[in-house]
DNA sequence: TATGAATGAGATTTCATTCAT
DNA sequence: AATGAATGAAATCTCATTCAT
């Protein structure tokens, strides 16, 4: 029952064990995650956890420092390969989109940690999470300049669009069970059968609509 | 040095201690809270609080019922007072806005229950939870018809207007960290002074202009 | 097998568990010492001894207090009901040989304490332990005035009789050791049948002896 | 930052481990002191001392032994040098206080393992231990014979000196504490310029006085 | 010899809940 | 209704020792 674990080297069980306390911190937050369970999961004794890791706040640390700092990692890569502040912004969206929809156990852990005033975010990571922001700002006052978008709160749109994909992300068994009670949809998107893409395009086209300009 | 405690009566005494365990769970999430401490704070015996409101998991469950309810109540109430979809949409943002930003543990809660699953909503208040929604499409459709607003995803709007307004006020701890550590202003809105009243009126510019139709 | 456990009144009970984990800390200094063994020993709910003690640390320190406290405020007592500073000094003596040399556990508590330079002793602590400094001061000092005793270093005098009793006491289980390895006596008095009393008059003798006055 | 080690030969390795494992243990205790921390003062991976000196008994064992047949020898061997039985008085009482105050270490270790009644003393090292006292007992027995000490009882003159010497050496830090609380000088000898010589002198004006004939 | 990694057994502490009055 | 005391079950963490290379 144990998910398979690499022994072949020491990073790689590393990094095995910081994914399933990854999903088990996502799940349960940090006070309700457990330490034994964790360890039982991830195939490694206990102790040797403790001798690799650290203790649970270490775990926790790792955990919330790798997923953020991956999240930026990969975001400013794939921004930087568009080239009009449009095909950013679209870039921009994607990417958060991919990131928060596509990881099970990313946004739960990012509400959880806002939720708790970022008390685990070393300054590091914290700097690392406003970066994200730093790529919003540079976006939309490109395409401004450009004449491409009204002026706006730069930091505003930001905290939509992440906002909104992580509460999307975490919301999906809070709709399940909303959809098994009540008959009428309360799906995000009308078909079913492509409830991302018709999501990303809502969401791309609500936020181009608010920028463009009035002409 | 505890909060003074109002003896009168039970219902208020009751209340008491919810408003202690609102601040507690949204602190430290339901596994973090403590129920000594928060019948410490409360300046209640424990056991006698376990006698009024039962165990943790009945303590929680009345913290975020009555939470969803008044809020849902409240929203209701004041978007039937307006009379255009524009002047409802505007009041459906701005009553939002209140009472995210109003009560400061609101968010968290929120926040928390949702990345957790909804685990501990009975289906009354999942079911209250849906009637903002609900809210939300009645006022788009009146619009669209009226010829005001374009044709949009109700639901994706809600949950933008939603999860920003509750980002941004759990996320107030971690801006004033990222603020006292960078010179450039990290804050949402410029003008310190006016922060609430910038920040809602660029949301509600933002929405509307999202949702605008081209003529 | 437990010790017959007073349940008569919450004093003796917290008492009674102090008692226990004097004799596991005497025997085996404070990280030798298990908390487990003494809630058993003591009859008590481990659980139980926290909630009346609190933790190791504050066990340890309760009973260092109690122990110092005690010996302190009994020798007063008994020191002032002399009138000769010769008796007095014969009081000091006997006072310091019955409360060390009648409490088995109390000089190695003692020497350990000593031994790790008194960090658990609080200052309340320390101070009371060198109040019996100042009681042999004042003896020594009435003493040379009166013409009994030479000019003495009175620290040194009292540290001598402290530590040589303490030395005794705790020693016990080394001569027994040795006294079974040799044919020879090892013991302090020759006449196993009063022990107590020769040593403790020969050590009056000795200290009599070196304070006396060249007449 | 580890304290330079020898790699030299096996011997002074081992010395050198067994240096850091004598601070820790009379800083600690046996319980309290920790492998671990030994072995990465010492410098040295942890496998390789037990592969050198075995386990944590066997290392204490060596400690204990090492620093008693040490004293032994160089007691007796300094002795032996001084010819008229006051004069060997002298040498015993000198050689005691220069061990045990020299050695900052020394005093605790001996104090605990007095106090947990010699537990980890190999018979050997009991007995190296019981010659001490033999040495006491031929000098007094000689300086009796020759008139010039009175009879005495040798074992508690014996544990007088080492158990006085014992304690101020240990008790230094605890003097040190109280001399911050106190005005009042709470220094064994009051000129802190040469608290060692005056104190040796005392006590060695002590003893003798203890011990003249009555003439 | 030497070493990084591993680990079992056990130690301390916590905490929601219940008991007895 | 109210409360101080009690407690079982479990959680976190430690540490001497050994393994594998």
Known sequence: MNAKLPQKNTEDLTAHILNIAAIHFSEKGFSGARVDEIAKEAGVNKSSMYYRVGDKKALYHSVIFNMITQMVDT????????????????????????????????????????????????TDTLKAMNQMKGLAKTILEEGHEAGIFRESNYALVHIIIVSTFNLIAAGTPIRERLSALTDTETCLSENPELPYEKLVNDMTNFVFCALKTNK
Request: charged share 15%; no cysteine; hydrophobic share 45%.
């Open 75 to 122: 975001a400013a890569t794939r921004i930087n390969h568009a080239n009009s502040p449009a095909d950013k912004l679209k870039a921009y969206i994607h990417t958060l989109a991919d990131l928060i929809l596509g990881q099970p156990h990313f946004a739960p852990l990012m509400l959880r940690e806002i939720a708790s005033g970022g008390t685990n975010m070393s």
